[in-house]
Every structure is written in C-alpha cells, then in structure tokens.
C-alpha cells in the first residue's frame, strides 16, 4: 500500500483537516501520479456537506487533477515516467455496457468509479480524491495534458471544462446560434469561453452585476442581470441553447421562456432541492429541458487536445492547501474569479 497524505473532512458538518491514508498498489495498468494541482468544484461541496445524499466519509475531495507520472505498472503502454496526465470525475467504469462501450463511461449502467465518494470495483473500498499527494489511476482512465496548458488553469478542464464542452458539442452549437450561460461560476465562465470559441453569440446571465467587464473579457457578447425580471422578459424567445451551471435553487421557468421554438435548456447545476417547471414552459414552445454529466474518457481528451490548441484555459485564483476551507466559503458565495485551484505543494 502507499502511504499518501491529504485533506478529508470526517462528517457533512466538519472542516476539512489533514488526513493519512493509504492508496493501492499499482496493478499492471495502473500509474502513478504525483498530484500538481486540484481545482475545487462546486460539486466537493455539495457532496462534502451531504447535500445529495449518500455521502462517503471521510471524505478527500478533488476531481480535477493535473500531475505527473512519477511510477508506472508493468503493462502499461500511454503512460511514461515524468509525463503530465490528468484525472477528471471517474478512475474506471463496468467496460462492457452500452454506455461504456459507446466511450460514455460517464453514463455507466454497471459501476462507475467516482473520483472519491465512490468505491473501487469491489464495491467495497472507497475512493478518495485530489486533494491530497498522489493518485494511483488505470491509464485508460486517465487523461493526456499538453505542456502548451498551463498547469493549474488545466486542472479544471477535467471538470468544469468536460461539462460544459459535451452538451455544446452535443447539441452542434455553432456560428449563427444565441447561447444564454447562467451563472457565471467555474462551470460558467468555461462555458462562455468554449460557446464562444466555436462561434455560438453568448449571453451570460448572471445574479452577479460586478462580473460584467469579465463575461466581456471570457468572449461574451453580451451581459444581463438575472436578478431584474423585465431584463429576462425582454429576452424572450431569444435563445436556441441555454446551459445552466446554477449551483443553487431558482427559477427554471424564468430561463425556460428565454427559448426560441424547439430551443434546448441544458441542466448542468445541480441544486440541493428540485427545481419545479411549469408545464407551459415547454408545451407553449416545443422547448426541451435535458440535463448533462461531465463527458466520457474520449471526449475529455479531445477536450483537453482543443484547448491546448485554441490557448483556452480556465481563469483561476491558486491557493495553498491551509485556505481550502476559506475557498469553500467563498465559492458558495460566488466570490470567485473563477476557479479556486489548490497548489498540491503547499500539502
Ligand atoms: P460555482 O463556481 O459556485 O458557480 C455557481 C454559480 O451559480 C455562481 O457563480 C453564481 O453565478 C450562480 N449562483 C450561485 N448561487 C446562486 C443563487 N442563489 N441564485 C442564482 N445564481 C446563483 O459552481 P460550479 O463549480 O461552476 O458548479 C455549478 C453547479 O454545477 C454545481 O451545482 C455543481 O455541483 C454542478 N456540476 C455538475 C456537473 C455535471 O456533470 N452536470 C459537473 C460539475 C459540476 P452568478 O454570480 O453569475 O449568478
Ligand atoms: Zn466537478
Ligand atoms: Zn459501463
């Protein structure tokens, strides 16, 4: 077993404290990575504060990693010793169902492997995550990183990046398209810079009038505060896609409205409480509302490939591990420009 070191918190009430456990030893596809840098994701919060239900403790969060491989296992082909690689949201899947078959392992219909709050293949031994010194991972699991990214912006492409760059792929967004982005947060302002790298006119829209300058300096074209709602009626029927990265409870009818006929509203948040939708929302427009988890091992990597050569990163505030707390506190007020990532040497 190798002794590992990192940030857990023992229940959903608690801060999160130092904590020693133990990774396993590499099998012969497995690598070893010395964890560089871990962004925080919303989605560590939701989970460490059991928001969702069923949470794992203790709990080492952390699924947007970037490190480099300092021990490989003895069949292992994609990987050498000394080269960046990444993990995102999961470490392995079943391999045999439709989803894992069609590379949408994140759609997994046997086990998925979550990143941490999740257990290994055997059901049994639970997963722990980034923030912490190293990961043991299989190598088809884990992700290629050009030296062209800088290292701690890509940390969040392997979360906030996959999330958003899978539905606007999957829904062909494009030149000639209006895009609303709401809520300009990790996920948000990712999905401003990628609508905007394939053409898509963005919106954001934002509780947040102090984040109007960056939307404009992410790619977006224009800007509007959702808090007012004669600026949203003015929108109306404006939108053929709308993603909405919105970590708390609203009004999804508000945004609904927004669509043009057959237009698509893509859930990516996840807010604690369900949200309620008018049936009229979607009836009067043929509008349809569809969620998307992260994306599959194929897609992340042709993420991270187009990232690397559109220059495109994620804007972020680098931290010592001692502040992960205090970063947490801010993310859930909003207060941050617009990924809080930790520098794993500080651990
Ligand atoms: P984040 O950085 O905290 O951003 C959330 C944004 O939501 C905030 O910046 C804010 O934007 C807006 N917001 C926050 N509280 C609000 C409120 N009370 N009313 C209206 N707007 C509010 O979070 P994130 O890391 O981007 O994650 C966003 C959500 O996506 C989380 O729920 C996370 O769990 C989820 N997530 C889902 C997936 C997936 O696979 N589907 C993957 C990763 C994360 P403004 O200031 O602009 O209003
Ligand atoms: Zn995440
Ligand atoms: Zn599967």
Same mark, same amino acid.
């Given at each position: 077993? &190798? !002794?590992?070191?990192?940030?857990?918190?023992?229940? !959903?009430?608690?801060?999160?404290? !130092? #904590?020693? #456990?133990?990774?396993?030893?590499? $099998?012969?596809?497995?690598?070893?990575?010395?964890?560089?840098?871990?962004?925080?994701?919303?989605?560590?919060?939701?989970?460490?504060?059991?928001?969702?239900?069923?949470?794992?403790? !203790?709990?080492?969060?952390?699924?947007?990693?970037?490190?480099?491989?300092?021990?490989?296992?003895?069949?292992?082909?994609? #990987?050498?010793?000394?080269?960046? +690689?990444?993990?995102?949201?999961?470490?392995?899947?079943?391999?045999?169902?439709?989803?894992?078959?069609? $590379?949408?392992?994140?759609?997994?219909?046997?086990?998925?492997?979550?990143?941490?709050?999740?257990?290994?293949?055997? /059901?049994?031994?639970?997963?722990?995550?980034?923030?912490?010194?190293?990961?043991?991972?299989?190598?088809?699991?884990? &992700?290629?990183?050009?030296?062209?990214?800088?290292? +701690?912006?890509?940390?969040?492409?392997?979360?906030?990046?996959?999330?958003?760059?899978?539905?606007?792929?999957?829904?062909?967004?494009?030149?000639?398209?209006?895009?609303?982005?709401?809520?300009?947060?990790?996920?948000?302002?990712?999905?401003?810079?990628?609508?905007?790298?394939?053409?898509?006119?963005?919106?954001?829209?934002?509780?947040? /009038?102090? /984040?109007?300058?960056?939307?404009?300096?992410?790619?977006?074209?224009?800007?509007?505060?959702?808090?007012?709602?004669?600026?949203?009626?003015?929108?109306?029927?404006?939108?053929?896609?709308?993603?909405?990265?919105?970590?708390?409870?609203?009004?999804?009818? +508000?945004?609904?409205?927004?669509?043009?006929?057959?237009?698509?509203?893509?859930?990516?948040?996840?807010?604690?409480?369900?949200?309620?939708?008018?049936?009229?929302?979607?009836?009067?427009?043929?509008?349809?509302?569809?969620?998307? +988890?992260?994306?599959?091992?194929?897609?992340?990597?042709?993420? &991270?490939?187009?990232?690397?050569?559109?220059?495109?990163?994620?804007?972020?505030?680098?931290?010592?591990?001692?502040?992960?707390?205090?970063?947490?506190?801010?993310?859930?007020?909003?207060?941050?420009?617009?990924?809080?990532?930790?520098?794993?040497?500080?651990?």
């Amino acid at each position: 077993m &190798l !002794p590992t070191r990192g940030y857990a918190t023992k229940d !959903p009430i608690s801060v999160l404290e !130092p #904590f020693n #456990f133990e990774r396993r030893e590499l $099998g012969p596809h497995d690598v070893l990575i010395e964890i560089l840098y871990c962004g925080i994701c919303h989605s560590d919060i939701h989970q460490a504060r059991d928001e969702w239900g069923g949470s794992i403790f !203790p709990m080492v969060p952390g699924h947007e990693i970037i490190g480099r491989v300092t021990r490989v296992g003895s069949q292992v082909k994609r #990987f050498k010793i000394g080269e960046l +690689a990444g993990v995102g949201c999961f470490v392995d899947s079943c391999r045999v169902c439709a989803s894992c078959k069609a $590379g949408l392992e994140q759609y997994c219909e046997g086990h998925l492997v979550l990143t941490y709050n999740g257990t290994e293949k055997d /059901k049994k031994m639970p997963t722990y995550g980034g923030y912490s010194s190293q990961i043991v991972a299989d190598e088809n699991y884990t &992700l290629k990183i050009s030296s062209q990214l800088p290292l +701690a912006g890509a940390a969040p492409l392997l979360c906030a990046g996959i999330t958003t760059y899978s539905p606007l792929r999957h829904f062909k967004v494009g030149p000639g398209q209006r895009v609303g982005v709401v809520g300009l947060g990790g996920l948000g302002h990712m999905a401003v810079k990628l609508a905007a790298s394939m053409g898509a006119e963005v919106t954001v829209l934002s509780t947040s /009038k102090t /984040k109007e300058e960056d939307a404009h300096r992410l790619g977006a074209h224009n800007f509007v505060v959702s808090r007012d709602a004669k600026n949203l009626e003015a929108l109306a029927n404006r939108f053929d896609f709308i993603l909405d990265a919105v970590s708390a409870p609203h009004d999804l009818n +508000a945004y609904l409205n927004l669509l043009r006929r057959d237009g698509v509203l893509v859930l990516v948040g996840v807010p604690a409480k369900p949200l309620q939708v008018e049936a009229f929302s979607l009836i009067l427009k043929r509008r349809r509302l569809t969620g998307s +988890a992260i994306g599959g091992i194929r897609e992340t990597q042709e993420m &991270l490939d187009y990232c690397a050569a559109k220059n495109i990163a994620s804007d972020v505030e680098v931290i010592p591990i001692q502040q992960v707390n205090e970063a947490w506190e801010r993310t859930i007020k909003g207060d941050v420009r617009y990924r809080f990532v930790i520098d794993m040497k500080t651990l």
